[in-house]
T-cell receptor
Framework: AQSVTQLDSHVSVSEGTPVLLRCNYSSSYSPSLFWYVQHPNKGLQLLLKYTSAATLVKGINGFEAEFKKSETSFHLTKPSAHMSDAAEYFCVVSPYGGATNKLIFGTGTLLAVQP | KAGVTQTPRYLIKTRGQQVTLSCSPISGHRSVSWYQQTPGQGLQFLFEYFSETQRNKGNFPGRFSGRQFSNSRSEMNVSTLELGDSALYLC??????????????FGPGTRLLVL
């Protein structure tokens, strides 16, 4: 079975400091992993996706994630937080290596950015 | 290009009633997936339609059903509403059937309140 575990439900950083949102995955297939962001009263937006082409994946708005098979992790990072980054972030896995459109979402990490 | 649209945006129903929600995908997209988002259960996959056929179904009771029309628009129906059906219902559209191939774009959601 495929699943993702987001290790922190809330993360608070100061503007201009690095962001680290942690995600571990479980998958019996070569995983297809994603990070989505949800701003208040807005739809979900794809930040980035891992599809085995490269272990370091760059996404929008300066975010990137590194796939580490040995640690079964797919942590999301950003060098410098901006106020507009405050939102809820979801680590997502698609079963069967992304062979369908079904997405399994983690429980989310709420990112707060302090001025 | 217009995004995914969902109607209505807000809905209030009473227990025992039924409700129909609508999703219009991005032009050209043939896959539509539905998700339920609640504070307790998070984001859960309901079902996916591609070319008018249901391709995947999540673990929801038979009261939840859906369909897709020839123009790719999709509707989901919930019969005999329960208080626990109160949620944000999101739909997502994609060009392809496989999450590994194409990005899924989410609509703003329909917020359903069951009294």
């Amino acid at each position: 079975a495929q699943s993702v575990t987001q290790l922190d439900s809330h993360v608070s950083v100061s503007e201009g400091t690095p962001v680290l949102l942690r995600c571990n995955y479980s998958s019996s297939y070569s995983p297809s992993l994603f990070w989505y962001v949800q701003h208040p009263n807005k739809g979900l937006q794809l930040l980035l996706k891992y599809t085995s082409a490269a272990t370091l994946v760059k996404g929008i708005n300066g975010f990137e994630a590194e796939f580490k098979k040995s640690e079964t992790s797919f942590h999301l990072t950003k060098p410098s937080a901006h106020m507009s980054d405050a939102a809820e972030y979801f680590c997502v896995v698609s079963p069967y290596g992304g062979a369908t459109n079904k997405l399994i979402f983690g429980t989310g990490t709420l990112l707060a950015v302090q001025p | 290009k217009a995004g995914v649209t969902q109607t209505p945006r807000y809905l209030i129903k009473t227990r025992g009633q039924q409700v129909t929600l609508s999703c219009s995908p991005i032009s050209g997209h043939r896959s539509v997936s539905w998700y339920q988002q609640t504070p307790g259960q998070g984001l859960q996959f309901l079902f996916e339609y591609f070319s008018e056929t249901q391709r995947n179904k999540g673990n929801f009771p038979g009261r939840f059903s859906g369909r897709q029309f020839s123009n790719s628009r999709s509707e989901m129906n919930v019969s005999t509403l329960e208080l626990g059906d109160s949620a944000l219902y999101l739909c997502a559209s994609s060009l392809a059937r496989q999450a590994i191939q194409e990005t899924q774009y989410f609509g703003p959601g329909t917020r359903l309140l069951v009294l």
